[in-house]
């Protein structure tokens, strides 16, 4: 009986723990694969995403400083006493950054100062729009000026779609390699088969093997121009600002020949000039601090040439063709002296379209670059078939003659 009763309970054992083993087993399979592919795919996707949006968040969180600076304003509060009033909140969206300038102000100094301490708060281009606002004690005025540079960051995240990280960081450089491999191994093996068959005979095809180091050449310096551009784009104002630290007058002088960039220059030069004008400020120093504005020392330096051409006498329209090689800005600055518009509302059309054409050529250029990549590759991977298929071909002939 006792012996009868064990081998039930060994039974029902077995059978217990078969029905364990067969419901662990799917759930394991399934466990496995979302650890060994499922996360890893979110992670990556995660960190594309955090990449490509990472300059976003950062105009963003400079959209975000310039409404409390508004804020504080209406209500009669200096700039800085509304920022260490919202850095007393401790609210995270605020960033560190925005603890360490409000830390500054506290310790004594203007904003003006403190931006200049943490210069990676806010992009290069807005702080020193706001510092001229500062100088001239009208910040009000500057803040529009502000929120239109901020836009910009639109464009640079629709280019850095079209550079399609993915692709320029994974994929592209995956191709050269292949077809190193190809070159070294599989060819030189169908060079010798070929040889058996046929002595003395070359290979059919091989010119179009000859043009294809040369495009992959040409591919690997497009790649590489890609991945400079994707990896200027995510280091935003701290990679840029390091790279003028080191490399200065180049970068400066690279970033004005870029038809984009130089005329979102001059529009932010001839809204900062227009807006000091309507001020009362005299001619040379709305001249200086507009250049200023932009950040760019080669603008710095062809304002303080038009300062000194306004110093000898010569016509603010004539010292400001120095800022701009095409005369346009000269024309439309002479027919606002003729009519009683302000500066800046005469000057509005032409910052309207300076704004346009600068967002066309950025998308233009990013689009051209990658198509002409995915054509280049297409021509290299095309060139490779013919020649494989042509050789595959010649060696099925001839082995079916022998």
Same mark, same amino acid.
């Given at each position: 009986?006792?012996?009868?009763?064990?081998?039930?309970?060994?039974?029902?054992?077995?059978?217990?723990?078969?029905?364990?083993?067969?419901?662990?087993?799917?759930?394991?399979?399934?466990?496995?694969?979302?650890?060994?592919?499922? /996360?890893?795919?979110?992670?990556?996707?995660?960190?594309?995403?955090?990449?490509?949006?990472?300059?976003?968040?950062?105009?963003?969180?400079?959209?975000?400083?310039?409404?409390?600076?508004?804020?504080?304003?209406?209500?009669?509060?200096?700039?800085?006493? &509304?920022?260490?009033?919202?850095?007393?909140?401790?609210?995270?969206?605020?960033?560190?950054?925005?603890?360490?300038?409000?830390?500054?102000?506290?310790?004594?100094?203007?904003?003006?100062?403190? =931006?200049?301490?943490?210069?990676?708060?806010?992009?290069?281009?807005?702080? *020193?729009?706001? +510092?001229?606002?500062?100088?001239?004690?009208? =910040?009000?005025? @500057?803040?529009?000026? %502000?929120?239109?540079?901020?836009?910009?960051?639109?464009?640079?995240?629709?280019?850095?779609?079209?550079?399609?990280? @993915?692709?320029?960081?994974?994929?592209?450089? *995956? #191709?050269? #390699? #292949?077809?190193?491999?190809?070159?070294?191994?599989?060819?030189?093996?169908?060079?010798?088969?070929?040889?058996?068959?046929?002595?003395?005979?070359?290979?059919?095809?091989? !010119?179009?093997?000859?043009?294809?180091?040369?495009?992959? %050449?040409?591919?690997?310096?497009? &790649?590489?121009?890609?991945?400079?551009?994707?990896? %200027?784009?995510?280091?935003?104002?701290?990679?840029?600002? !390091?790279? +003028?630290?080191?490399?200065?007058? #180049?970068?400066?002088?690279? @970033?004005?020949? /870029?038809?984009?960039?130089?005329?979102?220059?001059?529009?932010?030069?001839?809204?900062?000039?227009?807006?000091?004008?309507?001020?009362?400020?005299?001619?040379?120093?709305?001249?200086?601090?507009?250049?200023?504005?932009?950040?760019?020392?080669?603008?710095?330096?062809?304002?303080?040439?038009? %300062?000194?051409?306004?110093?000898?006498?010569?016509?603010?329209?004539?010292? @400001?063709?120095?800022?701009?090689?095409?005369?346009?800005?000269?024309?439309?600055?002479?027919?606002?002296?003729?009519?009683?518009?302000?500066?800046?509302?005469?000057?509005?059309? !032409?910052?309207?379209?300076?704004?346009?054409?600068?967002?066309?050529?950025?998308?233009?250029?990013?689009?051209?670059?990658?198509?002409?990549?995915?054509?280049?590759?297409?021509?290299?991977?095309?060139?490779?078939?013919?020649?494989?298929?042509?050789?595959?071909?010649?060696?099925?002939?001839?082995?079916?003659?022998?």
């Amino acid at each position: 009986m006792n012996a009868f009763l064990a081998q039930n309970v060994l039974d029902l054992l077995v059978d217990t723990v078969g029905e364990l083993v067969s419901m662990v087993s799917p759930l394991g399979a399934i466990v496995g694969w979302l650890l060994l592919w499922l /996360l890893p795919i979110l992670g990556f996707s995660y960190s594309i995403y955090y990449l490509v949006s990472l300059p976003m968040r950062r105009r963003e969180r400079a959209r975000l400083f310039l409404d409390l600076i508004e804020t504080g304003l209406k209500r009669g509060q200096s700039p800085e006493q &509304t920022i260490v009033a919202a850095a007393a909140s401790k609210d995270p969206i605020l960033g560190v950054r925005f603890q360490m300038l409000a830390a500054h102000i506290e310790n004594g100094l203007r904003l003006d100062q403190a =931006l200049e301490k943490v210069p990676r708060f806010l992009p290069p281009e807005t702080a *020193a729009i706001l +510092k001229t606002g500062l100088a001239i004690g009208d =910040l009000p005025r @500057v803040l529009p000026t %502000c929120r239109k540079q901020l836009k910009d960051g639109l464009s640079q995240a629709r280019g850095a779609l079209n550079y399609v990280l @993915v692709m320029v960081f994974m994929v592209m450089p *995956a #191709f050269p #390699f #292949f077809f190193f491999v190809v070159w070294v191994w599989v060819i030189p093996r169908f060079q010798d088969i070929y040889q058996d068959m046929l002595p003395g005979t070359a290979l059919p095809g091989a !010119w179009l093997f000859h043009w294809v180091p040369r495009l992959i %050449c040409l591919q690997i310096g497009l &790649t590489l121009l890609l991945q400079v551009l994707a990896v %200027c784009y995510v280091g935003g104002p701290r990679l840029t600002g !390091w790279i +003028k630290n080191w490399v200065y007058p #180049f970068t400066d002088g690279l @970033v004005w020949r /870029l038809p984009w960039r130089r005329k979102r220059m001059q529009r932010d030069f001839s809204a900062m000039l227009g807006l000091l004008l309507d001020t009362g400020l005299s001619e040379a120093k709305a001249v200086q601090l507009a250049a200023n504005s932009t950040a760019n020392r080669l603008v710095e330096e062809r304002a303080q040439e038009a %300062c000194a051409a306004l110093a000898e006498g010569t016509p603010l329209v004539q010292a @400001v063709q120095r800022m701009d090689d095409t005369g346009e800005l000269a024309w439309r600055l002479g027919n606002v002296a003729r009519s009683r518009r302000g500066f800046l509302a005469g000057l509005a059309g !032409w910052i309207e379209a300076l704004d346009a054409k600068a967002f066309q050529q950025e998308q233009a250029t990013a689009q051209l670059l990658t198509t002409g990549l995915i054509l280049l590759n297409g021509l290299v991977v095309g060139s490779f078939a013919v020649g494989v298929f042509m050789i595959l071909t010649t060696l099925i002939t001839e082995g079916a003659l022998w």
